[in-house]
């Protein structure tokens, strides 16, 4: 009886509006992917996806919420890396992120870049690590908050500069900007989705790119790695995701509908002016999408312990 109730659910499926739960707020680099994606969606799943931000606790409170939502794929989660790096960084995370959801695909790599306020005397990264050490006392470096990907990104600069310095958290990714483009602070590493407009417009002076390859969107900026930063590697990764129990005939229209919207013409225009890159086709699946963050989450857990960054 349950299979076949399952079965025409699917069939029906779907039949009225989709929320498009967000972990971070509007106008952040995941709000700007999730609304080009919504609109996508929208367009090849035949009903409106309707983007939801609830912000709150690192990314976690949306994603708890929607571990809980009905398993009727009515209710998904769009998150970055913060659901593999959440178990460390929260000690009594409500939730499991390898449990307790149905992953359906791989969206986005975001590069991050690392840039530093305009009126900093230091230009290029060889010019920035001496003033860091320098200056070890006084320098600052901005983040959007515990669970943020400024704030793991500013975690392995400072392993890979072998060097500590003060992180200043923000509530969110505009604010840790906008202190950068005040000069209340020194650094900060953030995604292409946000920094793009303050690097072009000249706001920023700009040390590099966190991806082992350079990217496509500013070919004549070198990675932190070419410049000396042996094997850095930062990239914010995406995930679509329901809760656990949806049936499979759901999470299986959903996975063509998403993969049909990353192929939406307007969607590639947009995330490609943003540095974004969208997944190859084998991570567009529950299985790559599952398997990544089980990688992910072996990666930053212990990263995390180690630099004894958490919330109780
Ligand atoms: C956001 O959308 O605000 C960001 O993705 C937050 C972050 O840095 O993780």
């Known amino acids: 009886f349950t299979a076949s109730l399952a079965l025409a ?48 606790a690192g990314g976690t409170l949306a994603a708890g919420y929607v571990a809980k939502a009905a398993p009727d794929g009515y209710t998904l989660l769009l998150h970055h890396n913060g659901m593999a790096t959440a178990p460390a960084l929260y000690r009594k995370l409500p939730f499991s992120p390898l449990n307790d959801f ?70 969110g990714t505009a604010p840790a900007m906008n ?39 500013m070919p004549d900026v070198p990675t932190l790695a070419e410049q000396g930063l042996k094997g850095f590697n930062m990239v914010v990764w995406h995930g679509l995701y329901a809760p656990k129990g949806t049936p499979q005939v759901v999470v299986q229209k959903i996975n063509t509908a998403f993969r049909a919207a990353l192929k939406e013409p307007a969607f590639q225009q947009q995330m490609k002016e943003l540095g974004a890159q969208i997944v190859p086709e084998d991570k567009q699946t529950p299985e790559g999408l599952r398997s990544w963050l089980k990688a992910e ?14 919330a109780d």
């Not at 900060?188 to 946000?194: A, E, F, I, N």
């Open 9 to 56: 659910q699917g069939d029906a499926y779907p039949s009225k509006p989709i929320t498009l739960v967000i972990p971070f707020s509007a106008g952040g680099p995941t709000d700007v992917v999730a609304r080009s994606l919504g609109v996508a969606l929208t367009k090849t799943i035949g009903k409106p996806v309707v983007v939801e931000n609830k912000t709150g």
């Open 297 to 310: 989450t072996d990666r930053w857990g212990p990263l995390i312990k180690a630099a004894g960054v958490y």
């Open 102 to 171: 149905e992953p359906i695909s791989q969206v986005i790599d975001v590069p991050m870049t690392l840039v530093g306020r305009k009126d900093l005397p230091a230009k290029s990264l060889k010019e920035l690590l001496p003033y860091l050490k320098a200056n070890a006392e006084k320098v600052n470096v901005a983040h959007a908050g515990l669970g943020a990907v400024s704030q793991l990104c500013s975690l392995l600069f400072r392993q890979a500069i072998g060097q500590n310095f003060q992180t200043v958290p923000y509530q």
């Open 179 to 217: 202190a950068l483009l005040g000069s209340q602070v020194d650094l900060l590493c953030d995604q292409t989705t946000s920094t793009t407009t303050f690097i072009k417009a000249d706001k920023v002076n700009l040390y590099g790119v966190t991806t082992t390859q350079r990217i496509p969107a």
